[in-house]
């Protein structure tokens, strides 16, 4: 970790220790953050900062980006939708958009003012992008937007939602992304034939504002398409799916890291038959091994951000730090989560809420059985 990326760590810390720790069980009632931490956040300058300064980002890296989503974990927070926003959605802007598109949007998204959110997932389609059914019919100088999407992360302050849809025919030739202003949120009137639907009741992460979204004749300029030409989304999608998936990687070790902290904390208070649950080998033994397992996690995920710096990361490797990070994550924290016993089952600790929030990771970003027969086609 350079000397750089090591001051965005620490301003990272600061950010989500003052912002968000205090406010977890309000924003797990409200289902999602506040509108103003989004604004804060783009105030410390932690917002788009792997995007050019001259689009109003802080002109880093993805080691930068990293360093933010590493503090994220660390604090145990996984209700801002920080890498949907800043990793994801601003690249897709960043590597496809034109100038105009740049322009317009980048730097307010970098502020905070403007919230991004990609709609991939449909009710009947998850991973199979290929089969995805909402269109995009052009008509005239607009595309007539009509379907649905469901597990939208941002979906209730998003304000710019990069929407996958057909443009064409069938199969992977037939996808674009088009870029829809939809409004500054769930309280706006929002665009004509937009609608935020009911917010998802998860088994974790209930600060995250996770929402459906449909679509019924949504007027969207065909200008706000992505790329020079229709058909281009699939492969664009193939490029950048990469980075979110190094993205949760670096979410999966940060989590699983602060859960062997929490855990040898208090294998060192809780007594049990006159000592200390941390003198028992069975204690001492497990932390050894989850040590370790977070331990080679790190070194692999660092490993991986080296070659996406040098842009040398393919599909494959992402994968394999997709799947096998987000693994070890849920194994070492359901071992961590044993060693608190009955209070690791109280969501009051921090424990039991990790091991809600760490599920999903194996599905999200395509899920883990995906992931390997990514792998597989390679070898």
């Given amino acids: 970790?350079?000397?750089?990326?090591?001051?965005?760590?620490?301003?990272?810390?600061?950010?989500?220790?003052?912002?968000?720790?205090?406010?977890?069980?309000?924003?797990?009632?409200?289902?999602?953050?506040?509108?103003?931490?989004?604004?804060?956040a783009g105030a410390a300058g932690l917002l788009c900062i792997s995007v050019p300064e001259e689009y109003g980002g802080g002109g880093g890296t993805f080691?930068?980006?990293?360093?933010?989503?590493?503090?994220?974990?660390?604090?145990?927070?996984?209700?801002?939708?920080?890498?949907?926003?800043s990793s994801i959605v601003a690249h897709y802007l960043l590597n496809y958009g034109s100038e105009e598109q740049k322009q317009r949007w980048l730097p307010r998204m970098a502020t905070g003012e403007l919230i991004g959110a990609i709609a991939m997932t449909e009710p009947s389609t998850g991973s199979d992008l290929q089969r995805i059914r909402?269109?995009?019919?052009?008509?005239?100088?607009?595309?007539?937007?009509?379907?649905?999407?469901?597990?939208?992360?941002?979906?209730?302050?998003?304000?710019?939602?990069l929407i996958v849809a057909r443009t064409g025919g069938e199969g992977a030739q037939g996808v674009s992304l088009v870029v829809a202003e939809v409004g500054g949120g769930a309280e706006s009137p929002g665009l004509e034939g937009f609608e935020r639907g009911r917010v998802l009741h998860k088994i974790g992460q209930h600060g995250q504002d996770t929402?459906?979204?449909?679509?019924?004749?949504?007027?969207?300029?065909?200008?706000?398409?992505?790329?020079?030409?229709?058909?281009q989304g699939f492969y664009q999608l193939m490029l950048q799916l990469p980075q979110e998936r190094l993205?949760?990687?670096?979410?999966?070790?940060?989590s699983a890291d602060r859960a062997v902290e929490l855990a040898i904390a208090y294998s060192k208070e809780r007594e049990a038959f006159g000592k200390p649950i941390g003198h028992f080998q069975n204690t001492r033994f497990t932390l050894a091994e989850v040590s370790t397992d977070v331990l080679a996690a790190r070194t692999f995920l660092d490993y991986c951000i080296g070659l996406h710096l040098e842009g040398r990361l393919d599909a494959a490797t992402a994968s394999r730090a997709k799947y096998w990070t987000t693994d070890v994550q849920c194994d070492v924290i359901d071992r961590c989560l044993q060693v608190f016993g009955g209070y690791g089952y109280m969501m009051e600790y921090p424990i039991a809420r990790m091991y809600a929030g760490a599920r999903v990771q194996k599905i999200y970003g395509g899920t883990n059985e995906i992931m390997k027969e990514l792998i597989s086609r390679t070898l």
């Fill in 134 to 161: 909402t269109t995009a019919r052009r008509d005239g100088d607009h595309y007539v937007v009509n379907g649905s999407k469901t597990f939208i992360t941002n979906s209730s302050h998003a304000g710019l939602v």
């Fill in 63 to 85: 080691a930068h980006e990293a360093a933010v989503m590493w503090e994220q974990g660390r604090a145990g927070d996984d209700a801002l939708g920080y890498s949907v926003h």
């Fill in 211 to 231: 929402r459906e979204l449909s679509f019924t004749d949504m007027r969207v300029p065909v200008a706000n398409l992505l790329g020079d030409a229709e058909g």
């Fill in 1 to 40: 970790m350079a000397e750089e990326v090591a001051d965005v760590a620490t301003l990272a810390r600061t950010f989500f220790e003052r912002e968000v720790t205090p406010h977890v069980e309000r924003f797990s009632e409200q289902h999602q953050v506040d509108r103003e931490t989004w604004l804060a």
């Fill in 247 to 254: 993205a949760i990687a670096v979410g999966a070790v940060a």
